[in-house]
């Protein structure tokens, strides 16, 4: 689908420069659109793959001479799996075999997985305790958890239904894949500041 409408961009500019006489568009915008899949561990979005598809089916955008310039917009696949959140839990709440976690991270910051949760970003959830060593249990010992923002409405819950460690004040959650359509689109609401951000190199 993402090959097919490049190359309807590309006839149209053919299209366009062919009845202009002379070569008026000279930039192609490929977009982005490489899925970001939140759920698996690897880093890497398909773009060999991607890149071989392009190169059989629109050649074009592989020549100089046809178009100067191709710009994409691959923001979040080439960034989200390079960053994490980590943030202490201000408290616990339970409910209905289940429990709450409220931390220092909401829809200011995870704007898409508060207001829009049905779509497909799903952070995964790592657990730590207080002094920061990963808190492992068996798997019949985990429970439920919703993780919820600080914000003043219901809907500020970054993930539904974690099944996790059972987590306690002041423990520490990890937010996995937050490098793209996170802090880059963050607000102010409630006056909330913005987090620390640091930089480090594998």
């Keep these: 689908q993402l090959v097919s409408g490049i190359r309807t961009a590309v006839d149209f500019a053919l299209e366009v420069n062919s ?9 192609i915008d490929m977009g982005g659109g490489l899925a970001v899949d939140f759920r698996a561990e690897s880093p890497f979005s398909p773009f060999e793959e991607y890149a071989a598809a392009l190169r059989e ?3 074009e955008v592989f020549d100089p001479s046809v178009f100067s310039r191709v710009v994409t917009e691959f923001g ?13 839990v201000e408290y616990t709440k339970e409910y209905d ?3 709450i976690a409220l931390i220092h991270a909401g829809s200011d910051i995870f704007m898409r997985a508060c207001y ?4 497909f970003v799903h952070h995964r959830v ?6 920061g060593q990963p808190k492992e249990v068996d798997e019949e010992q985990r429970v439920p ?5 600080p914000l003043c409405f219901a809907g500020d819950v970054v993930v539904r239904d974690a099944l996790i460690a059972p987590l306690e004040v002041d423990d520490i959650v990890v937010l996995a894949d937050t490098g793209g359509n996170s802090l880059s ?10 987090p620390a951000v640091f930089a480090f190199r594998l």
């Design 126 to 131: 790592f657990t730590f305790d207080a002094s």
């Design 19 to 27: 009845a202009a006489g002379e070569t008026r568009i000279t930039t």
């Design 145 to 149: 958890h919703d993780i919820a923002g």
């Design 185 to 194: 689109i963050r607000t102010s609401h409630c006056s909330r500041q913005g």
């Design 76 to 88: 979040a696949a080439l960034q989200c799996k390079f960053a994490f959140l980590a943030s202490r």
């Design 97 to 99: 075999g289940g429990r």
């Design 116 to 119: 829009c949760p049905e779509t």
């Design 57 to 59: 089916a629109v050649p």
